[in-house]
C-alpha cells in the first residue's frame, strides 16, 4: 500500500493548519484519554484555536484498549451522526493512536484518521506505520487493521506534559531501533546518562521516525522485513499481558525492555556472540524495566502462545545474530523459554 501519510514534526501550527483547511472534513471528532484530556487538550486548543470540532473522552489505561471501549466510541459517533467524511484526530498515547485508528478503519468503512501522539512512545514509534489494534481479553493486540493514517503532527511541546516514567517508557522503544539497526553493528551503549537534553530526545524521535518509516515503506503489511521491529516483544508482550491480568502497574516500553534483556541472553544462547556486550546491553536496559518477580511462569507462556507471529504451534522470535543484525521467524523451544523465565534476570 502507498503510504500518503504527511509527516509534520514541529511545534509550529501554520503547517497543519494550512493542512486541514485544504483537506475539509464535514465533522472532526478530537478522540483523547482522560489524562491528555486534562494536560494535552488546553495545548492542542491553542495551538489550533479555529477548529471545529467535538471531543471524545475516553478511559486512559492499556486495560482499557478493548473492543467494549471501541464500541462505545463507535456508537458515540454513529448517534452524533458523523460522517464518512469525519476526520478523527487521535491526541494520546500508544493507546489512543492504536484505538482511535483501528475505529477510524472501520467506521463507515473507513474514515480519515489523523494522529498528533502526545507521548514519547507514539511519537517515536506507535504513531508511525500504519498499524491500529485492540486487546482481546488480555492478549495484546488482537485485533486490528493496517491502515495508513492521513496525517502525524509530532509537536515536541507535547512532552513537557510527561513524567519521567513516561519518557523512560518512549525511550525504550528507541534502544529497540539502535538495536535492530544494521549502521549499529556490535556498538556498546553509551554511558546511562538521564535525563537526556531536549536536542538529544528530538534527535532520537527524528532518527527513529526515519529508521521506521523506511523499513514500513519497504513491507507495510508485516510479510517479512518489519517483522525485526517486534524484537523484545514476545516476552514484552507476555509480561504486559500478564500484567494487566493480574492489575500489576507495568507500562508497555517496561515490558518490552524486560523483553528485550530476555532476548538478548537468547540471542547470544543461539549465536554465540560476545557475552561483555550481552552484559553491557543488558545493564543499560535495566534502567528503563522495573524489578519484575516472574512467579507464574506457565501463565506467560500462556499468553507468549498467542503472540501473532507464532505459526504452527512453534514459538517465533526475533533475535540478534549480532547487535544491528536482527533475524526474524527463529523457533524456539518452550523448555528453553521457560528456563530462562525462571533466572534472576533483574
Request: glycine fraction near 6%; include cysteine.
Amino acid at each position: 500500500m502507498t503510504n500518503s501519510t504527511k509527516y509534520f514534526t514541529d511545534s509550529h501550527a501554520a503547517q497543519i493548519t494550512a493542512w486541514l483547511n485544504s483537506h475539509p472534513h464535514s465533522n472532526c471528532v478530537v478522540i483523547a484519554d482522560k489524562n491528555t484530556a486534562v494536560v494535552c487538550y488546553p495545548l492542542f486548543r491553542q495551538c489550533l484555536p479555529h477548529l471545529q470540532h467535538t471531543l471524545y473522552v475516553m478511559p486512559a489505561g492499556e486495560q482499557h484498549k478493548n473492543e467494549e471501549t471501541m464500541m462505545v466510541l463507535c456508537h458515540f459517533l454513529l448517534d452524533q451522526g458523523f460522517d464518512r467524511n469525519t476526520l478523527m484526530i487521535a491526541l494520546g498515547g500508544g493507546v489512543v493512536c492504536d484505538l482511535t485508528g483501528f475505529a477510524a478503519s472501520v467506521f463507515k468503512r473507513g474514515v480519515d484518521c489523523l494522529y498528533i501522539p502526545t507521548s514519547l512512545m507514539a511519537m517515536a514509534d506507535a504513531a508511525i506505520g500504519g498499524k491500529t489494534g485492540i486487546n482481546l481479553g488480555h492478549y495484546k493486540n488482537q485485533l486490528g487493521s493496517f491502515i495508513h493514517p492521513v496525517a502525524v503532527w509530532i509537536n515536541p511541546e507535547f512532552l513537557t506534559t510527561l513524567s519521567e516514567r513516561q519518557m523512560k517508557n518512549g525511550w525504550v522503544e528507541m534502544i529497540k531501533h539502535t538495536l535492530i539497526d544494521v549502521a549499529n553493528k556490535d556498538i556498546f551503549p553509551e554511558p546511562y546518562n538521564w535525563p537526556p537534553s531536549k536536542e538529544e530526545v528530538l534527535q532520537k524521535i527524528s532518527a527513529s521516525v526515519a529508521f521506521k518509516r523506511q523499513i514500513v515503506e519497504e513491507d507495510f503489511y508485516e510479510e517479512g522485513l518489519r517483522k525485526i521491529l517486534n524484537f523484545g516483544h514476545t516476552i514484552g508482550h507476555a509480561l504486559e499481558s500478564y500484567a494487566l491480568d493480574h492489575q500489576q502497574d507495568l507500562l508497555h516500553g517496561e515490558a518490552v525492555a524486560a523483553g528485550m534483556i530476555y532476548e538478548l541472553s537468547l540471542s547470544q544462547q543461539v549465536f554465540g556472540w560476545d557475552k561483555n556486550l550481552l552484559m553491557a546491553w543488558k545493564n543499560y536496559l535495566r534502567n528503563f524495566s522495573l524489578n519484575l518477580d516472574v512467579l507464574d511462569i506457565e501463565k506467560i507462556m500462556i499468553y507468549m502462545r498467542g503472540d501473532k507471529k507464532n505459526m504452527s504451534g512453534k514459538l517465533h522470535f526475533v533475535l540478534l545474530e549480532k547487535i544491528g543484525q536482527p533475524i526474524a521467524n527463529v523457533i524456539i523451544e518452550e523448555e528453553r523459554i521457560v528456563a530462562l523465565l525462571g533466572e534472576t534476570m533483574f
